[in-house]
């Protein structure tokens, strides 16, 4: 038997249990994309972000404070076969990176495992090679630093390490 609106519209109503197995259709597709998104989160966390991103990059995850913003800042440290030291900025490492340079970087550069990939070391050891052709450039440190910066006088100041990274650019991976 039909409904009075669906018989005053016109419309043919839909059978009982044609409902009924759409809406346990519905609730076993909801149930099992819940149920696969530890398996999602496992995956990423093994292998990396598949591409193009399921996840996309988080927006300024520093809030303002005051006039105070927190953010984690690396600083890049390159070291020489004759023993000395210089400071790289760190979108010098990137490729052509438009658009947020840092996630970009700590998605490569956060841990050790990740960045002495032996892909990205040979990527490391031709980038700054052509940076300094006449100096042989063996280990790179990126330093992970939480910095408080005033936004009313801009000026970087030393924060605080929270975590370095050391990329061998000698060795087994050569």
């Known amino acids: ?24 259709s519905l609730r076993v597709v909801f149930a099992v994309a819940i149920l696969l998104l530890p398996l999602e989160l496992v995956v990423q966390r093994v292998v990396g972000q ?29 070291t020489f076969a004759d023993g000395t030291e210089q400071e790289v900025p760190f979108e010098e490492i990137l490729p052509d990176a ?28 031709e980038l700054l090679g052509r940076r300094f052709p006449e100096a042989d450039p063996t280990t790179m ?17 030393p924060g605080t390490v929270t975590s370095t990274v050391v990329v061998q650019l000698r060795g087994a991976a050569e």
């Open 1 to 24: 038997m039909r409904d009075r609106r669906s018989i005053r519209n016109g419309e043919q109503s839909v059978p009982r249990e044609v409902n009924r197995v759409r809406t346990v």
């Open 98 to 125: 438009k658009l947020l340079s840092t996630s970009v970087f700590k998605s490569a550069f956060f841990d050790e495992a990740h960045a002495n990939e032996p892909a990205t070391v040979a990527y490391l050891r």
């Open 141 to 157: 440190v990126v330093d992970w630093t939480q910095q408080k910066i005033d936004v009313r006088d801009p000026d970087v100041r």
């Open 50 to 78: 598949p591409y193009p991103g399921v996840y996309q990059p988080s927006f300024a995850a520093t809030p303002l404070v005051g006039d105070t913003l927190t953010a984690r800042v690396p600083i890049v440290h390159v």
